[in-house]
């Protein structure tokens, strides 16, 4: 239980070292209205993907997943299918948004580190004065920080697609398609949850890793990729 406690309370802090916003809007925002309160003894890794809970939500049988990690489950058997943990049918418009322990959460601040990103943008500069067309894949684990990093590449000129695990398979596939055969497209950015597993993107010369993962096996995946 210390185990868990200890990291669920670096959260915020991997979050904000990676420019995503570790304040409370990194709990999410789920289909339910009634949001459910994590408890500081609640088990804060997701069982899909074995890394903390990022955006996280709780199915009807009490099961709690990274909201990503479940969507991608259940898109695979339409829109709902058996629970990964107890194999109950659950439905993705039932899952309730959850949220992170207040005492994880209460003394968070809005605040981001661009150390990463700047050294990021630092390579992909040089890619692009050196190698015009190279392709580079871009992973994080949270959300926040794909969505901060597709403002800031904006920002420097750059074109790119991205793959999240809430994306139908006809989007995925045309976000790869795109990536692959648009030479102006040189930057593909992925959640490490959903872009580690189960596709080809061999397109690709660079790789570019925002966190270590928790779970080294997901990162090897990655690079795999």
Known sequence: RHYFKMFSALLPLRIACSGGDSGPK???????DKPHQLGDDDDLDCPICLQQLDNPCISKCKHIFCRECIEGTLMMHGSSGPCPICRK??????????????????????????????????ELKKIRKEEPEAKSLVFSQFITTIEWIKQELLKHGF???????????????KALREFANDPPTTIFLLSMRAGAVGINLTQANRVFIMEPAMNPALEAQAIGR
């Open 26 to 32: 990194n709990a999410g925002k789920g289909k339910s």
């Open 159 to 173: 074109q790119f697609r991205s793959l999240s695990g809430d994306m139908t398979m006809s989007k995925r596939a």
């Open 89 to 122: 049918n659950i439905k993705d418009k039932e899952l309730c948004q959850a949220l992170l322990p207040k005492s994880i959460l209460k003394d968070s601040k809005n605040f981001i580190f661009k150390s990463k990103f700047m050294r990021l943008l630092e």
